[in-house]
């Protein structure tokens, strides 16, 4: 039976309860949604699909170094160039041979959805001294095969829960998925461990060097196998269940699961890799003592990336395989289980990692003109100002050929069917709106005439030079995959690069 605690909120922060100082750092968009997680499968393609917030240094493999090389972030904290990352939620039909990603808040119309990330001063009855996470830390909070409730704080205990949202009335916290069709979206919760062993960076089992308070998971003393008392952190993720509240098929429970095949809602986890400025992580414990949970409460965040910035900000796929959409099973071997037994996945071939996916067309050789980057673009001030046209039946040839026949020089897609064209980018105040190396951006809406090309995205635009009279190289992207905006392992470019 789940375990429930009915609190009356206004807003959504308001069931986070906090006892001291804390800051809430809402991430709006995601670096990338695949089968990737490099603290439990290095390497390697992960057993079920993760959505990733944070510094886009992460790949397959990573480190605190890889990570500070980022040159973006989907977060707004400048100082922190960390990767989080939760399991995917599904709907299910009821045969269980239809399959359906659930999105996320704030996702769709070309947006992607992200988290929220509270940090907290939780120094314990002791009041210890909160430290910040040291270099190269990692670490997993919660089982992604628990089926049932357990009293034990790791695994997963009250550290995972989920809270119904009902904006217009009571929201109910539960220990599982509850079983109600929540008004206003699922939040999924999952708090990890606080205390350190003060040697390890990671462990075989990714939590053996961390450990949670003893007496409370979120406000505790730390033992003294594990005496560093490390700034608390929690993940809340929002899902947009209310978009299925048609599609129940039994009223008695809820039509959907988790990407490793949890129906139970036991088994939702997370993983975090540090990417902080350490001295600022602790600049921030020792200085942001505001409880209102803003980051512009806190000094030390005087500068943050913007909503746009957070957007653009995003990694292409390396595994060639249908994740999102209509899906006839879980990617990966992920059979659907109820428990309460324990539930490990089979035994499953391996899923190469392939090129990075590509978002552009290669119009060098049959056009000589080359895509150059995604540029931001505003409806009250047109990034390309010259001609312009639309189409339901857009496509790169389309617009490429429309701006060439008018002599210029450049051409931009936008959402999918409009098209644009200049010989130079508009000089807004804060800069040119050229595209920035290194960013992908948000051009990922498919065209209208074409679904497997890609026209801009909302205010971005696919931007593409004529290089016919001179090298059409296509520097900045490859079409094998081999070199894009967003290099996994080797992220180049400057770390202060701002979007215009």
Not at 165 to 189: E, K
Not at 199 to 209: A, Q
Not at 229 to 253: D, K, P
Not at 289 to 306: E, I, K, Q, R, W
Request: proline share 7%; with cysteine; hydrophobic share 30%.
């Amino acid at each position: 039976m789940s375990k429930t605690f009915r609190s009356a909120i206004v807003a959504v922060a308001a069931l986070a309860g906090p006892s001291s100082a804390f800051w809430r750092m809402p991430c709006p968009g995601r670096l990338v949604l695949e089968r990737i997680d490099p603290v439990i499968s290095p390497g390697v393609v992960s057993g079920h699909v993760h959505t990733v917030s944070g510094g886009i240094g992460l790949g397959f493999t990573t480190s605190y170094e890889q990570q500070r090389a980022s040159v973006c972030s989907s977060c707004p904290v400048k100082q922190d160039l960390s990767a989080y990352w939760t399991p995917k939620l599904y709907y299910m039909g009821e045969d269980g041979s239809y399959f359906e990603d659930v999105p996320q808040a704030g996702e769709g119309n070309g947006v992607t959805g992200g988290m929220t990330i509270y940090y907290e001063q939780r120094p314990g009855p002791k009041n210890d001294e909160v430290k910040a996470f040291p270099a190269g830390l990692r670490m997993v909070a919660g089982d992604p095969f628990q089926r049932n409730y357990t009293d034990q704080q790791a695994a997963p205990g009250n550290a995972v829960s989920f809270v119904c949202l009902n904006y217009n009335g009571v929201s109910t916290q539960y220990n599982d998925m509850p079983n109600i069709n929540c008004p206003d979206g699922l939040r999924a919760q999952v708090y990890f461990p606080s205390c350190w062993d003060g040697v390890n960076l990671d462990s075989p089992d990714h939590k053996s060097h961390m450990a949670y308070p003893i007496g409370n998971y979120d406000n505790g003393y730390c033992p003294p196998s594990h005496p560093t008392h490390l700034i608390s952190i929690f993940y809340e993720v929002i899902y947009q269940t209310g978009n299925f509240a048609h599609m129940w098929w039994n009223s008695s429970q809820h039509p959907f699961v988790f990407a490793m095949g949890d129906r139970t809602g036991y088994g939702f986890h997370g993983d975090f890799v540090n990417g902080w400025d350490t001295q600022a992580l602790q600049d921030a414990i020792d200085q942001c003592t505001n409880d209102s949970g803003n980051l512009s409460d806190c000094p030390v965040f005087a500068d943050l990336y913007s909503n746009e910035e957070c957007q653009a900000c995003r990694l292409p796929p390396q595994v060639n395989e249908t994740i999102t959409g209509n899906l006839t099973k879980l990617p990966g071997c992920n059979p659907v289980t109820d428990g309460p037994e324990y539930a490990p996945p089979p035994e499953c071939s391996s899923t190469p990692i392939g090129p990075m996916q590509t978002y552009f067309t290669d119009e060098t050789k049959s056009l000589g003109w080359e895509y150059v980057g995604c540029a931001n673009d505003s409806v009250s001030a047109r990034t390309f100002q010259a001609a312009s046209s639309s189409s339901n039946t857009m496509t790169v040839e389309t617009c490429i050929k429309f701006c060439s026949g008018k002599g210029y020089s450049l051409a931009g897609l936008e959402y999918a069917s409009q098209c644009y064209c200049d010989n130079g980018y508009l000089q807004a105040k804060d800069g040119t709106r050229e595209p920035l190396t290194d960013i992908l951006g948000q051009c990922t809406m498919p065209c209208a005439g074409n679904a497997q090309q890609m026209c801009g995205g909302p205010s971005a635009l696919s931007v593409y030079r004529n290089c016919a009279g001179g090298s059409c190289e296509n520097a900045l992207f490859r079409v094998n995959g081999s070199t894009t905006t967003n290099k996994r392992r080797h992220v180049h470019g400057s770390r202060h690069a701002r979007y215009h």
